[in-house]
Protein backbone atom coordinates (compact mmCIF):
# COMPACT_ATOMS: atom_id res chain seq x y z
CA UNK A 1 0.00 0.00 0.00
CA UNK A 2 1.09 3.32 -0.74
CA UNK A 3 2.25 5.52 2.28
CA UNK A 4 0.20 7.97 1.60
CA UNK A 5 -3.08 5.69 1.38
CA UNK A 6 -1.93 4.62 5.13
CA UNK A 7 -3.27 6.83 8.17
CA UNK A 8 -0.01 8.14 9.92
CA UNK A 9 -0.28 9.69 13.17
CA UNK A 10 1.52 13.26 13.93
CA UNK A 11 4.52 12.69 16.33
CA UNK A 12 3.79 14.69 19.54
CA UNK A 13 6.62 17.26 18.47
CA UNK A 14 4.57 17.72 14.71
CA UNK A 15 1.23 18.02 17.50
CA UNK A 16 3.26 20.66 19.39
CA UNK A 17 4.03 22.87 16.54
CA UNK A 18 0.43 22.38 14.85
CA UNK A 19 -1.10 23.60 18.27
CA UNK A 20 1.40 26.28 18.54
CA UNK A 21 -0.62 28.54 16.01
CA UNK A 22 -1.82 31.45 17.37
CA UNK A 23 -3.29 34.53 14.56
CA UNK A 24 -0.61 36.23 16.24
CA UNK A 25 2.47 34.10 15.86
CA UNK A 26 1.48 31.57 13.04
CA UNK A 27 3.71 28.44 13.20
CA UNK A 28 4.56 29.20 9.58
CA UNK A 29 8.30 28.70 8.09
CA UNK A 30 8.94 31.26 5.33
CA UNK A 31 12.04 31.08 2.12
CA UNK A 32 12.92 32.81 -0.52
CA UNK A 33 14.46 32.27 -3.71
CA UNK A 34 16.00 35.15 -5.91
CA UNK A 35 16.66 33.74 -9.33
CA UNK A 36 18.64 35.17 -12.50
CA UNK A 37 15.90 35.92 -14.87
CA UNK A 38 12.64 34.56 -14.67
CA UNK A 39 10.43 31.19 -15.32
CA UNK A 40 7.31 30.26 -16.74
CA UNK A 41 4.82 29.62 -14.02
CA UNK A 42 3.81 26.17 -15.57
CA UNK A 43 7.65 25.19 -15.68
CA UNK A 44 7.41 26.13 -12.18
CA UNK A 45 4.77 23.69 -11.51
CA UNK A 46 6.01 20.64 -12.99
CA UNK A 47 9.08 21.17 -10.66
CA UNK A 48 6.97 20.77 -8.38
CA UNK A 49 4.70 18.49 -9.28
CA UNK A 50 8.15 15.95 -10.35
CA UNK A 51 10.50 17.11 -7.62
CA UNK A 52 8.38 17.86 -4.48
CA UNK A 53 5.40 16.16 -4.73
CA UNK A 54 7.58 12.76 -5.01
CA UNK A 55 7.69 13.25 -1.37
CA UNK A 56 3.92 12.23 -0.14
CA UNK A 57 3.86 14.14 2.69
CA UNK A 58 3.31 17.03 0.54
CA UNK A 59 -0.11 15.72 -0.54
CA UNK A 60 -1.33 15.10 2.87
CA UNK A 61 -3.09 17.55 5.10
CA UNK A 62 -3.69 17.19 8.88
CA UNK A 63 -7.27 15.78 9.90
CA UNK A 64 -8.81 16.21 13.03
CA UNK A 65 -5.89 18.81 14.24
CA UNK A 66 -8.03 19.39 17.46
CA UNK A 67 -8.68 15.36 18.37
CA UNK A 68 -6.21 13.10 17.50
CA UNK A 69 -4.24 14.39 14.50
CA UNK A 70 -3.04 12.46 11.93
CA UNK A 71 -2.25 13.01 7.76
CA UNK A 72 -4.59 11.78 5.48
CA UNK A 73 -4.64 12.07 1.74
CA UNK A 74 -6.01 15.39 0.39
CA UNK A 75 -8.79 13.97 -2.15
CA UNK A 76 -9.49 17.21 -3.78
CA UNK A 77 -5.11 18.26 -4.29
CA UNK A 78 -5.01 20.97 -6.75
CA UNK A 79 -1.66 22.12 -7.52
CA UNK A 80 -2.85 25.20 -9.07
CA UNK A 81 -3.87 26.33 -5.71
CA UNK A 82 -0.08 25.52 -4.08
CA UNK A 83 1.34 27.40 -7.13
CA UNK A 84 0.49 30.46 -7.60
CA UNK A 85 1.74 33.77 -9.75
CA UNK A 86 1.96 37.36 -7.80
CA UNK A 87 2.57 40.54 -9.77
CA UNK A 88 2.99 43.68 -6.78
CA UNK A 89 1.29 46.45 -7.51
CA UNK A 90 3.26 49.58 -8.32
CA UNK A 91 4.72 50.91 -5.82
CA UNK A 92 5.01 48.15 -4.08
CA UNK A 93 8.52 46.28 -3.03
CA UNK A 94 9.35 42.74 -2.30
CA UNK A 95 9.48 43.22 1.17
CA UNK A 96 6.21 44.40 1.10
CA UNK A 97 4.37 41.16 -0.71
CA UNK A 98 7.17 38.95 1.71
CA UNK A 99 5.68 40.80 4.27
CA UNK A 100 2.27 40.23 3.36
CA UNK A 101 2.61 36.61 2.91
CA UNK A 102 4.11 36.10 6.15
CA UNK A 103 1.58 37.82 8.07
CA UNK A 104 -1.20 35.64 6.03
CA UNK A 105 -2.37 31.73 7.10
CA UNK A 106 -1.97 28.81 5.56
CA UNK A 107 -5.43 26.97 4.74
CA UNK A 108 -5.93 24.24 7.32
CA UNK A 109 -8.59 22.26 5.22
CA UNK A 110 -5.45 21.62 2.59
CA UNK A 111 -1.72 20.61 2.75
CA UNK A 112 -0.29 24.08 4.46
CA UNK A 113 1.98 24.85 1.77
CA UNK A 114 2.16 27.22 -1.06
CA UNK A 115 5.08 28.37 -3.54
CA UNK A 116 4.41 31.71 -4.90
CA UNK A 117 6.06 33.16 -8.25
CA UNK A 118 6.85 37.11 -7.56
CA UNK A 119 7.35 38.39 -11.03
CA UNK A 120 8.10 42.00 -10.41
CA UNK A 121 9.67 45.24 -11.22
CA UNK A 122 12.80 44.09 -8.81
CA UNK A 123 13.40 40.58 -10.66
CA UNK A 124 12.09 37.23 -10.09
CA UNK A 125 11.70 35.82 -6.58
CA UNK A 126 9.97 32.42 -5.40
CA UNK A 127 8.50 32.48 -2.11
CA UNK A 128 7.65 29.18 0.24
CA UNK A 129 5.17 29.41 2.66
CA UNK A 130 5.26 25.78 4.78
CA UNK A 131 3.39 24.77 7.92
CA UNK A 132 6.29 23.98 10.94
CA UNK A 133 4.19 20.78 11.69
CA UNK A 134 5.30 19.57 8.03
CA UNK A 135 8.82 19.47 9.15
CA UNK A 136 12.16 21.64 10.41
CA UNK A 137 14.76 23.77 8.14
CA UNK A 138 17.01 20.77 7.99
CA UNK A 139 14.28 18.64 6.38
CA UNK A 140 13.01 21.62 4.55
CA UNK A 141 16.45 22.37 3.48
CA UNK A 142 16.51 18.60 2.10
CA UNK A 143 13.53 19.10 -0.19
CA UNK A 144 14.50 22.02 -1.70
CA UNK A 145 17.98 20.88 -2.50
CA UNK A 146 15.78 17.55 -4.33
CA UNK A 147 14.11 20.30 -6.89
CA UNK A 148 17.03 22.41 -7.65
CA UNK A 149 20.40 21.46 -9.53
CA UNK A 150 23.99 22.11 -9.75
CA UNK A 151 24.10 21.84 -13.53
CA UNK A 152 21.34 23.08 -15.26
CA UNK A 153 22.01 21.15 -18.37
CA UNK A 154 21.97 17.93 -16.37
CA UNK A 155 18.35 18.37 -14.12
CA UNK A 156 18.33 15.44 -11.85
CA UNK A 157 14.93 13.32 -11.48
CA UNK A 158 13.14 13.32 -8.32
CA UNK A 159 14.17 12.33 -5.14
CA UNK A 160 13.18 9.47 -2.99
CA UNK A 161 10.38 9.84 -0.59
CA UNK A 162 10.57 9.81 2.77
CA UNK A 163 8.65 7.51 5.00
CA UNK A 164 11.61 6.34 7.74
CA UNK A 165 10.34 6.57 11.42
CA UNK A 166 12.28 7.21 14.38
CA UNK A 167 12.34 4.94 17.23
CA UNK A 168 8.66 4.46 18.14
CA UNK A 169 8.09 5.55 22.22
CA UNK A 170 6.25 4.12 24.79
CA UNK A 171 3.27 5.45 26.42
CA UNK A 172 5.02 5.85 29.60
CA UNK A 173 8.18 7.62 27.99
CA UNK A 174 5.85 10.24 26.36
CA UNK A 175 4.55 10.91 29.90
CA UNK A 176 7.41 10.83 31.86
CA UNK A 177 9.84 13.14 29.46
CA UNK A 178 12.95 12.69 28.48
CA UNK A 179 14.61 11.00 31.56
CA UNK A 180 12.78 8.79 30.98
CA UNK A 181 13.49 8.31 27.06
CA UNK A 182 17.06 8.12 27.86
CA UNK A 183 16.60 5.22 30.00
CA UNK A 184 14.33 3.13 26.68
CA UNK A 185 17.39 4.61 24.57
CA UNK A 186 19.56 2.75 26.72
CA UNK A 187 17.12 -0.43 27.10
CA UNK A 188 17.25 -0.43 23.15
CA UNK A 189 20.93 -0.62 23.03
CA UNK A 190 20.88 -2.97 25.85
CA UNK A 191 18.76 -5.61 23.85
CA UNK A 192 20.90 -5.04 20.64
CA UNK A 193 23.95 -5.73 22.34
CA UNK A 194 22.83 -8.53 23.84
CA UNK A 195 21.61 -10.03 20.22
CA UNK A 196 25.57 -9.38 19.27
CA UNK A 197 26.53 -11.43 22.60
CA UNK A 198 27.51 -8.50 25.05
CA UNK A 199 25.34 -5.93 26.83
CA UNK A 200 25.95 -2.62 28.73
CA UNK A 201 26.81 -4.97 31.47
CA UNK A 202 30.42 -5.55 29.28
CA UNK A 203 30.23 -1.36 28.52
CA UNK A 204 30.98 -0.01 32.22
CA UNK A 205 32.05 3.11 30.97
CA UNK A 206 28.77 3.41 28.08
CA UNK A 207 26.85 2.91 31.00
CA UNK A 208 28.51 5.30 33.00
CA UNK A 209 27.95 7.90 29.88
CA UNK A 210 24.09 6.92 29.93
CA UNK A 211 24.09 7.76 33.97
CA UNK A 212 25.81 10.83 33.38
CA UNK A 213 23.92 12.27 30.69
CA UNK A 214 20.37 11.32 32.78
CA UNK A 215 21.62 13.55 35.57
CA UNK A 216 22.51 16.44 32.98
CA UNK A 217 19.10 15.73 31.84
CA UNK A 218 17.42 16.41 35.26
CA UNK A 219 19.54 18.87 35.98
CA UNK A 220 18.74 21.26 32.79
CA UNK A 221 15.25 20.82 33.49
CA UNK A 222 15.80 22.22 36.87
CA UNK A 223 17.56 25.14 35.04
CA UNK A 224 14.54 26.12 32.59
CA UNK A 225 12.16 25.27 35.14
CA UNK A 226 13.67 27.94 37.47
CA UNK A 227 14.98 30.25 34.72
CA UNK A 228 13.57 33.86 35.32
CA UNK A 229 11.81 36.02 32.84
CA UNK A 230 14.11 37.88 29.82
CA UNK A 231 14.70 41.81 30.42
CA UNK A 232 11.90 43.97 29.48
CA UNK A 233 12.68 45.86 26.67
CA UNK A 234 10.71 47.06 23.28
CA UNK A 235 11.05 43.14 22.34
CA UNK A 236 8.63 42.16 24.72
CA UNK A 237 4.91 43.02 24.69
CA UNK A 238 1.47 42.49 23.21
CA UNK A 239 1.92 41.02 19.45
CA UNK A 240 -0.85 42.07 16.20
CA UNK A 241 -1.52 40.01 13.29
CA UNK A 242 1.03 42.02 10.52
CA UNK A 243 4.31 40.94 10.53
CA UNK A 244 7.54 42.69 8.54
CA UNK A 245 10.51 40.48 7.00
CA UNK A 246 13.74 42.24 5.79
CA UNK A 247 17.35 41.35 5.12
CA UNK A 248 20.91 42.88 3.96
CA UNK A 249 22.98 42.23 1.21
CA UNK A 250 24.60 38.57 1.68
CA UNK A 251 28.46 38.58 3.56
CA UNK A 252 31.46 36.69 2.07
CA UNK A 253 31.47 33.51 3.85
CA UNK A 254 35.25 33.45 3.67
CA UNK A 255 35.83 36.72 5.38
CA UNK A 256 33.25 35.01 7.86
CA UNK A 257 35.49 32.45 8.54
CA UNK A 258 38.92 34.11 8.43
CA UNK A 259 36.99 36.59 11.52
CA UNK A 260 35.76 33.10 13.07
CA UNK A 261 39.97 31.91 12.58
CA UNK A 262 41.42 35.33 13.56
CA UNK A 263 39.34 34.56 17.08
CA UNK A 264 39.68 31.10 17.87
CA UNK A 265 35.72 30.58 17.80
CA UNK A 266 33.11 29.29 15.13
CA UNK A 267 31.27 31.04 12.34
CA UNK A 268 28.23 30.54 14.00
CA UNK A 269 29.89 32.83 17.11
CA UNK A 270 30.51 35.44 14.87
CA UNK A 271 27.55 35.46 13.37
CA UNK A 272 25.21 35.49 16.50
CA UNK A 273 27.61 38.28 18.07
CA UNK A 274 26.86 40.50 15.57
CA UNK A 275 23.11 39.97 16.05
CA UNK A 276 23.76 40.41 19.93
CA UNK A 277 25.52 43.96 18.33
CA UNK A 278 22.80 44.56 16.17
CA UNK A 279 20.30 44.48 18.84
CA UNK A 280 22.39 46.36 21.38
CA UNK A 281 22.93 49.24 18.46
CA UNK A 282 19.23 49.11 18.26
CA UNK A 283 17.88 48.99 21.59
CA UNK A 284 20.43 51.83 22.23
CA UNK A 285 18.77 54.41 20.26
CA UNK A 286 15.46 53.18 21.04
CA UNK A 287 16.38 53.95 24.88
CA UNK A 288 15.18 50.55 26.38
CA UNK A 289 18.36 49.10 26.59
CA UNK A 290 17.81 46.53 29.74
CA UNK A 291 20.04 47.10 32.94
CA UNK A 292 21.26 43.58 33.11
CA UNK A 293 23.25 43.92 30.18
CA UNK A 294 21.61 40.77 28.55
CA UNK A 295 18.71 39.88 26.44
CA UNK A 296 17.87 35.99 26.01
CA UNK A 297 17.44 34.02 22.78
CA UNK A 298 16.07 30.94 21.86
CA UNK A 299 17.90 28.68 19.52
CA UNK A 300 17.50 25.95 17.99
CA UNK A 301 19.68 22.80 17.80
CA UNK A 302 19.54 20.11 15.18
CA UNK A 303 19.54 16.47 17.02
CA UNK A 304 18.85 14.36 13.56
CA UNK A 305 21.96 11.97 13.62
CA UNK A 306 24.81 12.61 11.14
CA UNK A 307 23.94 11.82 7.17
CA UNK A 308 21.32 12.07 4.69
CA UNK A 309 18.06 13.34 6.08
CA UNK A 310 15.51 10.09 6.11
CA UNK A 311 12.25 11.97 7.20
CA UNK A 312 10.58 14.42 7.23
CA UNK A 313 9.13 16.03 10.55
CA UNK A 314 10.55 17.89 13.66
CA UNK A 315 13.92 16.66 15.12
CA UNK A 316 15.57 19.41 16.82
CA UNK A 317 15.66 20.77 20.30
CA UNK A 318 16.03 24.52 21.83
CA UNK A 319 18.86 26.43 24.09
CA UNK A 320 18.59 29.56 26.00
CA UNK A 321 21.55 31.77 25.07
CA UNK A 322 22.50 35.01 27.23
CA UNK A 323 23.34 38.05 24.06
CA UNK A 324 25.53 40.54 25.40
CA UNK A 325 24.65 43.08 24.14
CA UNK A 326 25.75 45.47 27.02
CA UNK A 327 29.12 44.45 25.82
CA UNK A 328 30.56 47.36 23.37
CA UNK A 329 33.73 45.69 22.16
CA UNK A 330 32.71 43.65 19.36
CA UNK A 331 35.44 40.95 19.95
CA UNK A 332 34.76 40.73 23.24
CA UNK A 333 31.47 40.30 22.38
CA UNK A 334 32.45 37.23 20.38
CA UNK A 335 34.21 36.17 22.90
CA UNK A 336 30.86 36.32 25.67
CA UNK A 337 28.78 34.34 23.26
CA UNK A 338 31.62 31.48 22.52
CA UNK A 339 31.78 31.33 26.25
CA UNK A 340 28.05 30.78 26.94
CA UNK A 341 27.73 28.32 22.83
CA UNK A 342 30.71 26.16 24.88
CA UNK A 343 28.62 25.54 28.24
CA UNK A 344 25.71 24.86 26.49
CA UNK A 345 27.08 22.42 23.99
CA UNK A 346 28.35 20.43 26.85
CA UNK A 347 25.25 20.46 28.25
CA UNK A 348 21.44 18.41 27.45
CA UNK A 349 19.59 21.72 27.55
CA UNK A 350 18.23 21.02 23.94
CA UNK A 351 17.16 17.76 24.65
CA UNK A 352 14.93 18.64 27.66
CA UNK A 353 13.36 21.15 25.23
CA UNK A 354 12.84 18.52 22.94
CA UNK A 355 11.31 16.64 25.52
CA UNK A 356 9.19 19.79 26.77
CA UNK A 357 7.90 20.03 23.19
CA UNK A 358 6.66 16.99 23.05
CA UNK A 359 4.80 17.23 26.12
CA UNK A 360 3.52 20.59 24.94
CA UNK A 361 1.82 18.31 21.77
CA UNK A 362 0.22 15.68 24.25
CA UNK A 363 -1.00 17.51 27.32
CA UNK A 364 -4.14 19.51 27.91
CA UNK A 365 -5.34 22.75 26.22
CA UNK A 366 -4.87 24.79 28.96
CA UNK A 367 -1.96 23.24 30.03
CA UNK A 368 0.11 23.58 26.56
CA UNK A 369 -0.86 27.45 26.85
CA UNK A 370 0.87 27.42 30.41
CA UNK A 371 4.06 25.84 29.31
CA UNK A 372 4.28 28.13 25.77
CA UNK A 373 3.44 31.17 28.09
CA UNK A 374 6.05 30.18 30.21
CA UNK A 375 8.86 29.46 27.17
CA UNK A 376 8.23 32.86 25.56
CA UNK A 377 8.74 34.58 28.85
CA UNK A 378 12.42 33.05 29.06
CA UNK A 379 13.17 35.11 25.72
CA UNK A 380 13.05 37.55 23.40
CA UNK A 381 14.24 36.60 19.88
CA UNK A 382 14.38 33.28 17.81
CA UNK A 383 17.75 32.99 16.51
CA UNK A 384 18.48 29.90 13.52
CA UNK A 385 21.34 29.33 11.87
CA UNK A 386 21.65 26.90 8.54
CA UNK A 387 23.88 25.58 6.83
CA UNK A 388 23.05 25.54 3.29
CA UNK A 389 24.57 24.22 0.11
CA UNK A 390 28.23 25.23 -0.80
CA UNK A 391 27.94 25.70 -4.40
CA UNK A 392 25.19 27.69 -6.72
CA UNK A 393 22.10 25.91 -7.86
CA UNK A 394 19.61 26.09 -10.27
CA UNK A 395 15.74 25.73 -10.02
CA UNK A 396 13.71 25.46 -13.61
CA UNK A 397 17.22 25.98 -15.33
CA UNK A 398 17.51 29.50 -13.43
CA UNK A 399 20.56 29.96 -11.41
CA UNK A 400 19.78 31.09 -7.57
CA UNK A 401 21.36 33.93 -6.57
CA UNK A 402 20.47 34.58 -3.26
CA UNK A 403 18.47 32.23 -0.44
CA UNK A 404 16.95 33.48 2.44
CA UNK A 405 14.34 32.46 4.99
CA UNK A 406 12.15 33.57 8.12
CA UNK A 407 11.97 31.46 11.35
CA UNK A 408 8.42 31.46 13.40
CA UNK A 409 8.42 32.56 16.84
CA UNK A 410 6.48 31.08 19.44
CA UNK A 411 4.11 32.04 22.41
CA UNK A 412 4.82 36.27 22.91
CA UNK A 413 8.01 36.32 21.20
CA UNK A 414 7.63 38.96 18.51
CA UNK A 415 10.98 38.65 16.52
CA UNK A 416 13.28 35.89 14.87
CA UNK A 417 16.82 36.45 13.30
CA UNK A 418 17.94 33.47 10.37
CA UNK A 419 21.17 32.88 9.12
CA UNK A 420 21.47 30.87 5.79
CA UNK A 421 25.07 30.11 4.81
CA UNK A 422 24.72 29.69 0.41
CA UNK A 423 27.22 29.21 -2.37
CA UNK A 424 30.15 31.45 -0.95
CA UNK A 425 27.58 33.56 0.94
CA UNK A 426 26.11 34.41 4.18
CA UNK A 427 22.42 35.69 4.34
CA UNK A 428 20.34 37.35 7.63
CA UNK A 429 17.05 37.56 7.55
CA UNK A 430 14.84 39.31 10.36
CA UNK A 431 10.57 38.89 10.76
CA UNK A 432 9.14 40.90 13.47
CA UNK A 433 5.79 42.34 14.38
CA UNK A 434 5.59 45.36 13.35
CA UNK A 435 4.11 46.68 16.70
CA UNK A 436 7.67 45.36 18.35
CA UNK A 437 9.97 46.67 15.17
CA UNK A 438 7.84 48.26 13.14
CA UNK A 439 10.80 48.41 10.33
CA UNK A 440 13.65 45.58 10.66
CA UNK A 441 15.83 46.93 7.94
CA UNK A 442 17.16 48.98 11.43
CA UNK A 443 17.96 45.87 12.67
CA UNK A 444 19.48 44.16 9.71
CA UNK A 445 21.40 47.04 8.25
CA UNK A 446 22.71 47.17 11.80
CA UNK A 447 24.26 43.37 11.65
CA UNK A 448 26.15 44.07 8.51
CA UNK A 449 27.47 47.15 10.43
CA UNK A 450 28.51 45.31 13.51
CA UNK A 451 29.98 42.38 10.69
CA UNK A 452 32.39 45.77 9.27
CA UNK A 453 33.43 46.77 12.67
CA UNK A 454 34.48 43.45 13.73
CA UNK A 455 36.32 42.70 10.48
CA UNK A 456 38.28 45.47 11.05
CA UNK A 457 39.21 45.24 14.87
CA UNK A 458 40.33 41.34 13.60
CA UNK A 459 42.23 42.76 10.84
CA UNK A 460 43.89 45.23 13.38
CA UNK A 461 45.28 43.06 16.01
CA UNK A 462 48.80 41.63 16.64
CA UNK A 463 48.77 38.46 14.36
CA UNK A 464 51.41 35.66 14.91
CA UNK A 465 51.72 32.07 13.29
CA UNK A 466 50.22 30.72 16.82
CA UNK A 467 46.71 32.54 16.75
CA UNK A 468 46.14 31.30 13.21
CA UNK A 469 43.44 28.50 14.70
CA UNK A 470 40.95 26.63 13.00
CA UNK A 471 37.89 27.51 13.80
CA UNK A 472 36.30 24.01 13.34
CA UNK A 473 33.16 25.86 11.78
Not at 88 to 107: F, K, N, Q, W
Not at 381 to 394: A, D, K, S
Request: a negative charge; aromatic letters at 6%; charged letters at 20%.
Amino acid sequence: MAPSAVREALSAVDVAWLRMDRPSNLMMICGMLLLEGRIELQRLKEVVRTRMLCFHRFRQRVADPHGDPHWELDPGFDLDWHVRQLTPRIGTTLEDVASELASTALDPGKPMWQWHLIDGAEGCALMMRIHHCYGDGFALLHVVETMTDTDPAHPRHGGADLDGQAAQRTAWERVLGPASEVVGDALRASAAAAGAGAGLLAHPLRALAHARRGADLAYQAGVIAAMTPDSRTRLKGELGVAKRVAWGAPLPLSDVKAVAAALACSVNDVLVACIAGALRAWLLDDGTAPANRTVRALVPVNLRPPGPVTELGNRFGLVFLDLPIGVADPVERVHAVHRAMMQLKTSQQSTVALGLLAGMGLAPEFLKERLLDALAANASIVVTNVHGPEQLHYLAGRRIEHELFWVPQSGGIGIGASILSYAGQVSFGVIADIGRVPDPTDITSRFTSEFGALLLSALMMPWTTDNRLDSGA
